[in-house]
């Protein structure tokens, strides 16, 4: 129940945030709330997902990216995802959730997303994004930068962001993906 009210939170609060670029650094408060906590009194590993989730819908709110492809029947889904913990998040502390978008590749938008309090970094992940089209297809990042615009900067994704997207790729949906344990 609490992310839905966080997610009704998001689409009525993103324009008290002020107007971002979709290339901006997206910075999100949130607080740990009792529903995120585990057995441990420290918020469970997989509420993490859900508020990058809610981060990056904020970004999009924040710089008309939602409303552009709502109208073009576009949208993201996560193809990959690591996450990298550093600290705890206690009961009722505040974070802020940082992302921007790093860089692209062929397929997709590689997302830096960071947990912080006061600045330091408490957890770090780095997300694989496609965006694909209803009813069916895959939009590449050249038609999404079309419709969207590209960055003002030479923004390339980092190298290791680059080889962690190509190492950690399963085949396409249409290609066979048998689970054989050696």
């Not at 992302?99 to 330091?120: I, M």
């Not at 030479?154 to 290791?160: D, F, I, K, T, V």
Request: net charge positive; glycine share 6%.
């Amino acid at each position: 129940m609490n992310l839905w009210l966080r997610l009704l939170w998001a689409f009525w609060s993103w324009r008290t945030r002020g107007p971002l670029s979709v290339w901006d650094v997206g910075i999100r408060s949130f607080r740990v709330w009792p529903a995120d906590l585990d057995v441990f009194n420290h918020m469970n590993n997989g509420k993490y997902g859900s508020l990058m989730d809610l981060a990056r819908l904020d970004l999009m709110l924040r710089s008309g990216t939602w409303q552009k492809l709502r109208k073009l029947n576009w949208y993201p889904v996560v193809v990959a995802e690591t996450i990298t913990f550093r600290k705890s998040l206690a009961p009722w502390q505040k974070f802020e959730m940082e992302t921007r978008v790093v860089g692209w590749d062929a397929e997709g938008f590689l997302v830096d997303q960071r947990f912080t309090v006061e600045g330091e970094i408490y957890c770090q992940t780095w997300v694989r994004l496609r965006f694909l089209k209803r009813p069916r297809g895959i939009v590449s990042p050249t038609e999404l930068m079309e419709v969207l615009g590209a960055p003002n900067d030479n923004r390339q994704a980092p190298a290791a962001m680059l080889e962690w997207a190509k190492a950690t790729a399963l085949p396409k949906g249409k290609e066979p993906a048998p689970s054989v344990w050696n």
